[in-house]
């Protein structure tokens, strides 16, 4: 083996060793100020509704998919007194039955139907369904207010409000 071979890999080896705590300080650095970071808030605190809000999740990965989508977030309005609301749409494509498509809200599913290949009216299709979601909304948020079971608590009956 040549001596100059041996200076080269320790060379080499010495570089490597540096990028590798350059970046593991980067990353604890990265960690220290995302800990102390004013606004940081759990997955709990959004499903509370007292951090961001007011996303519509996309879900889709087909052409109807994303035509259902847009006509959705096109005619959405967020239900009055409620704050923001986060929706997910979702999508099952089949090459036998077509897209199953659903929104979700809180884990709780508010409109579901299959749009088959040839149906040129995804987007209208979603229009209507956010008129449905908000409908379905309201009357979730109705039935929280009216009903009360004092041998339940309100954690049990509606999980994340």
């Not at 959004?46 to 994303?66: A, E, K, R, Y």
């Not at 088959?116 to 369904?129: E, N």
């Amino acid at each position: 083996m040549d001596a100059s071979m041996g200076e080269d890999s320790e060379g080499v080896w010495r570089g490597a060793e540096a990028r590798r705590a350059a970046a593991v300080a980067c990353w604890g650095l990265l960690l220290l100020c995302l800990s102390y970071a004013p606004g940081a808030r759990g997955a709990d605190d959004l499903l509370d509704g007292d951090g961001l809000g007011g996303i519509i999740t996309d879900q889709t990965v087909t052409f109807i998919g994303h035509a259902f989508y847009q006509g959705f977030v096109r005619a959405w309005q967020e239900p009055p007194d409620m704050g923001a609301v986060n929706l997910t749409i979702y999508e099952r494509p089949s090459a036998r039955w077509g897209s199953l498509i659903w929104v979700e809200y809180r884990g709780e599913t508010l409109f579901k139907r299959f749009l088959f290949p040839a149906h040129k009216d995804a987007d209208v299709v979603g229009a209507a369904a956010a008129r449905q979601v908000a409908a379905n909304i309201e009357q979730l948020h109705m039935r929280r207010l009216m009903y009360r079971d004092p041998d339940m608590a309100a954690s049990e009956l509606w999980e994340g409000e």
